[in-house]
């Protein structure tokens, strides 16, 4: 069924078999997960990988995320180690990218990789990409699906949003539920976590039974990581404690529930669903034509370290 954005459509079985076409004639799909939107393509077809790269902006540098269905499927083009099977075993289906060494053979388009010997993989919860996944006989390489350095979309509109028409189908899987990016952690050495998301470091460690390095909020620790990122393209400052008056203001909480300058992230103060309602009110308040951007000061723990990343690399604009 067509919504009111011609190249948005509601998930069924015409929409399965036609999502399929597209991605075996390597064309790129919109498409949901539970992270964030985004913008599939056959991870083996150079041309499916051009397209990824031209349509977001991004730079050549910046290494795409490998989706499957499961670690058998991943087998093929990963070399599989015992700490990435443990985590495997507790968060995944999930949101969670393991970087891994890259098997030889593997048939991964290299300029997916950056051309690196590793590839991050990731195994998406959501239904939807699900389906598609066991559908066809590749995986899928994925990035959010928005322009480079933006804020990543969390509803198909967004992703309309971006890119217009430029893509003929994006598949409606409402709003995302954790509305941030998966957790990126390195295990082809040792441990460390890259990228901070919902399933945050004392969880894997438990896991692991192993401590790891922090790593310093902003720092670039993996290609591509740029500084400039998340930007909703009006300025952030962040750390707040008092209203200039004119801007947005971004807090958690309900103490100013019905000022029309302020937007809270959670009225309970619960860190995840911050996170899940950042990117969404990052957009609100674009839409509002507001100038700025304050944003209070975010515990840094749990989700916390998260939203605080991202908030900081949206502050570097
Ligand atoms: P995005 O696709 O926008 O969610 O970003 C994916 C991020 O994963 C990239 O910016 C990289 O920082 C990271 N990543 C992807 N592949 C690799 C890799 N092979 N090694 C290290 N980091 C990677
Ligand atoms: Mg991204």
Request: aromatic residues 8%; proline residues 5%.
């Amino acid at each position: 069924m067509k919504n009111s954005y011609s190249n948005i459509f509601s998930f069924n079985k015409n929409i399965l078999k036609k999502s399929i076409k597209y991605l075996n004639n390597s064309n790129i799909v919109g498409l949901p997960t539970e992270t964030v939107y985004g913008l599939g393509g056959n991870a083996y077809s150079k041309k499916s990988i051009e397209k990824i790269y031209k349509l977001k902006g991004r730079p050549k540098s910046n290494p795409l995320i490998v989706h499957y269905f499961d670690l058998k499927d991943a087998s093929k083009d990963i070399v599989i180690n015992e700490r990435f099977r443990k985590l495997y075993a507790q968060l995944c289906p999930g949101p969670i990218t393991f970087v891994l060494k890259k098997k030889y053979g593997s048939k991964i388009n290299p300029l997916g990789v950056a051309k690196l010997n590793t590839v991050a993989v990731r195994f998406p919860k959501h239904k939807i990409i699900r389906s598609i996944l066991k559908n066809i006989n590749f995986p899928l390489a994925m990035p959010s699906a928005n322009k480079s350095t933006n804020v990543s979309p969390v509803t198909a509109k967004d992703v309309c949003d971006e890119f217009k028409r430029k893509i003929k189908l994006i598949i409606d899987g409402g709003k995302c539920k954790i509305g941030i990016e998966s957790t990126v952690i390195d295990l082809s050495n040792e441990p460390r976590i890259l990228r901070p998301g919902i399933i945050d470091k004392t969880t894997i460690e438990k896991i692991l039974k192993k401590k790891m390095k922090n790593i310093k909020n902003n720092k670039i620790v993996s290609p591509g990581m740029m500084q400039k990122h998340y930007s909703p393209g009006i300025p952030v400052t962040i750390n707040q404690k008092k209203h200039d008056g004119k801007s947005a203001f971004i807090y958690l909480g309900d103490k100013y529930y019905n000022k029309s300058k302020f937007f809270s992230l959670s009225k309970n103060f619960n860190l995840n669903e911050a996170a899940s309602n950042l990117y969404k009110i990052f957009r609100l308040i674009k839409k509002k034509g507001f100038k700025k951007i304050q944003i209070g000061k975010i515990p840094n723990l749990r989700s916390g370290i998260a939203i605080n990343d991202r908030i900081k690399r949206a502050s570097n604009s």
